[in-house]
């Protein structure tokens, strides 16, 4: 992988990174419920569960490439479309909803969650995010389980890391070097945003929350995942050209 392909890469990623999806909602309202050192529990929490959806897809785009080449077009094919559908997605939807208002409902899923999955009444459960601290704290494990959770609960991150990565990676030059470069890529940029989060949350939401500043956030990554799925259906043509 050249450095220009990876700084193609970290700026697209850094830049999907900063829009408020689950795992920043959840560094978001811990950082302002629990405190910044009990959230980086949280954190390392989020960052187990996204390794191991990272590696899941990985793993299986690796055996892929090497047991079934001509999946891998159909992948790049199904990828750019479904890549085109989260950009028409995140365009129509930019103007729905406000970061305060989304960390509330994830606020209230999980708690939904894990009082059915526990069922002990008194796990600690999330509180509302006017709140500068709680009376009874979670544990670290706690913490730690929930970043997990819900970083493993998102699904279609897979599918998501299926369609994104296969534009960086090239699959007939030594795989393993370019899925490190783009596995410290991927979480440089996650990282950094959850401790944005997590430190700056209420500073961040009210600025967000100003006129259509999140709107155009979300557009904007809209207009780079059309932008990618365009290079993939580019090659896909290109490899039934030659």
């Given at each position: 992988m050249s450095w220009h392909l990876f700084a193609v890469f970290f700026a697209s990623t850094f830049f999907i990174s900063a829009t408020p999806g689950p795992n920043m909602l959840l560094a978001f309202q811990y950082g302002m419920n629990y405190g910044i050192k009990r959230t980086l529990w949280t954190l390392a929490g989020l960052s187990l569960g996204l390794f191991v959806l990272l590696l899941s897809t990985l793993l299986g785009l690796d055996v892929i490439s090497r047991?079934?080449?001509w999946l891998l077009t159909i992948i790049k094919a199904v990828g750019a479309a479904y890549l085109i559908y989260l950009g028409i997605s995140s365009w129509r939807d930019a103007g729905d909803g406000s970061?305060?208002?989304?960390?509330?409902?994830?606020?209230?899923e999980v708690a939904a969650d894990y009082a059915a999955t526990d069922g002990v009444p008194s796990t600690p459960q999330p509180r509302s995010l006017s709140s500068a601290a709680t009376r009874i704290a979670p544990s670290n494990k706690t913490l730690f389980r929930t970043g997990v959770w819900v970083s493993l609960s998102n699904p279609k991150a897979i599918l998501f890391f299926a369609a994104f990565f296969p534009k960086f990676i090239n699959f007939s030059a030594p795989l393993w070097p370019q899925y490190v470069l783009l596995t410290i890529g991927l979480f440089m940029s996650e990282t950094i945003w959850q401790i944005v989060y997590t430190l700056g949350g209420k500073k961040l939401a009210s600025w967000l929350d100003v006129g259509n500043r999140?709107?155009?956030l979300n557009r904007g990554c809209g207009v780079i995942f059309i932008i990618i799925a365009a290079a993939l259906l580019a090659e896909v043509l290109n490899s039934f050209i030659a």
């Open positions: 047991q079934s080449p970061l305060m208002s989304d960390a509330k409902e994830l606020s209230a999140l709107a155009w």
